[in-house]
Each structure stands twice: as C-alpha cells, then as structure tokens.
C-alpha cells in the first residue's frame, strides 16, 4: 500500500505545533473493519441510498394489521434508520428483527444497517447463519483447527453490533439450538444489539429455537415485517433482462 502523503505512514500530521492524528487512519480502520464485517462486496450496495420502495404494493394491505405493504416498507425502513442512530449514541440500544416472505429485502436493509454503521466507523459482524453453524463444527474436524469453536463464538458474542442474517432456515438439533442460545444470551447479558433476518413466524421462532432462545429474541429485538406480493430476487432477474 502507498504511503500517505499527509503524514508519510507515521499517522501523525502537525497542526499548528501540535501533532494530531491524520485523517489516513480513520479511514484505515474503516478498511478494517468493513472487511471483518463479513459483508461481501455485493452487499456492500445494499444501502440506505439504494432501497426501492417500487416493490412494495401501496394497493396490498397486510390483513392483520390493515396497513399496506408499502406502508410496512416504510415503517421497517424507518425503524432501520432510527436504530443507526441511536446504536451510533448509544451502544446499548434495543435490535431489530425483520420477518416476511423470500425475496421480501430482509437481508438486503440488514446489510443497509451494517453499511450504514461501518461508514460512521462502528463495528459489525455480519453472519449467515447457517454458514456460522457449520463454521462452528468444522472446527471439531481435526483438518481444520485454524480457528477454535470458542473464537467464533467470542467474536459473535462480543461484537458491538451483531447481524444474524436467515435465522431459522437449519434443521435445529439440540447442539444448534444450544450455540444460539449461548450467543444470543450473551449479548441479552451484556445488553448488545442484535439485527435479525428470518423467514420464520414468530410461533415458529419458538418451535425452531426452542422457547428458551425465543423470549429472548422478543425481550432483545423489535420485531418488524416486510411484505411483498412478488420475491424482489425475481422481479430485478426480469428487470436486468
Ligand atoms: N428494497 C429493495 N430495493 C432494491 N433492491 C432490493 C430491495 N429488497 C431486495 N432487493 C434485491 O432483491 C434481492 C433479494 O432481497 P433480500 O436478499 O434482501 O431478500 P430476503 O428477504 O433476505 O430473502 P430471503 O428470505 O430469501 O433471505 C437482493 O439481493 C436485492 O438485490
Ligand atoms: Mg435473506
Ligand atoms: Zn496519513
């Protein structure tokens, strides 16, 4: 990497006859922190900025709520934005939980919040779920000892901001069950947010998870839904073409 040019690598810039931090270094732990954050670089489009509300019907309500699925858009988008704010004040804020169908821009406003975190130089660890579970049971094959059980966990637990993208779409064992429960009780310990993605209901949450897992993701996180009458996935495929 080149050297900069304001401070020469030294990270110190003079001011006056005062030595002060060069700008260079903010933006070095943001290089780092955005790439621990686990987001791809796909995702890193996935912002605030580049959400459409096209996709959200304003002539489809939800039955229960009688509101339309554009107006839950804006409602979870709202909720999205404010949580930013607060978390980037205070770090021990309440999460978030988003639920809807395939395709509905569950992931994609998660990912919104990790970017939005990641560029006022917070820190976020993105996980796919599933892919953390099998993460966590390669480690017990001898072949690859690189990173320990209790790393992954640790890090899961004691990240500022937490996102557990496509919770719920495992075949839960006991064992998965337990992995989620130590991560997630953790951070309800040390009153650290969290930012949920599933395709589950909430009666499912409970059955999936297993109760003990569920009333602490309700205690811990607002719970919000995205609807839509199309998967977002398809509709942009036909739209590219
Ligand atoms: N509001 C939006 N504005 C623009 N593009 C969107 C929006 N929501 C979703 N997309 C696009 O649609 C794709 C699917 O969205 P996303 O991955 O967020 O769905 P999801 O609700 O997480 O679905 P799944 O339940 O399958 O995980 C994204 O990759 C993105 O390209
Ligand atoms: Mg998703
Ligand atoms: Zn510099």
């Known amino acids: 990497m080149a050297e900069c040019r304001y401070c020469g690598g030294t990270g110190l810039v003079m001011k006056g006859d005062k030595a002060v931090r060069c700008a260079c270094v903010r933006d070095k732990i943001k290089e780092a922190a955005y790439a621990q954050s686990g987001l ?3 995702m890193r489009g996935f912002t605030f900025e580049n959400f459409d509300f096209k996709y959200y019907s304003p002539d489809k309500f939800d039955k229960v709520k009688g509101v339309s699925y554009a107006q839950t858009a804006q409602i979870t988008y709202k909720a999205a934005r404010e949580f930013v704010d607060k978390f980037l004040q205070n770090r021990h804020t309440e999460g978030l939980l988003f639920t809807g169908p ?3 821009g569950k992931t994609f406003l998660a990912c919104a919040i990790a970017n939005a975190v990641l560029e006022k130089g917070g820190q976020v660890l993105f996980v796919v779920v599933p892919d953390l579970l099998d993460k966590i049971r390669a480690t017990y094959d001898i072949q690859h000892r690189e990173l320990t059980e209790q790393s992954i966990i640790d890090a899961a ?5 937490l996102i557990l993208d496509d919770l719920g779409v495992h075949n839960y064992t006991q064992w998965t069950i337990n992995k989620l429960y130590s991560i997630i009780n953790y951070r309800l310990n040390y009153q650290l947010p969290t930012v949920i993605t599933t395709n589950l209901s909430v009666a499912e949450l409970s059955e ?6 569920a009333s602490r993701l309700f205690q811990m996180c607002k719970f919000y839904r995205l609807l839509v009458d ?6 942009k495929r036909i739209e590219s073409r």
Do not use: A, D
């Open 40 to 42: 791809t670089p796909l």
């Open 102 to 104: 395939v395709g509905s």
């Open 157 to 161: 637990r004691e990240i500022p901001l």
């Open 208 to 213: 999936h998870l297993g109760e003990r897992t």
């Open 230 to 235: 199309n998967n977002i996935r398809y509709l």
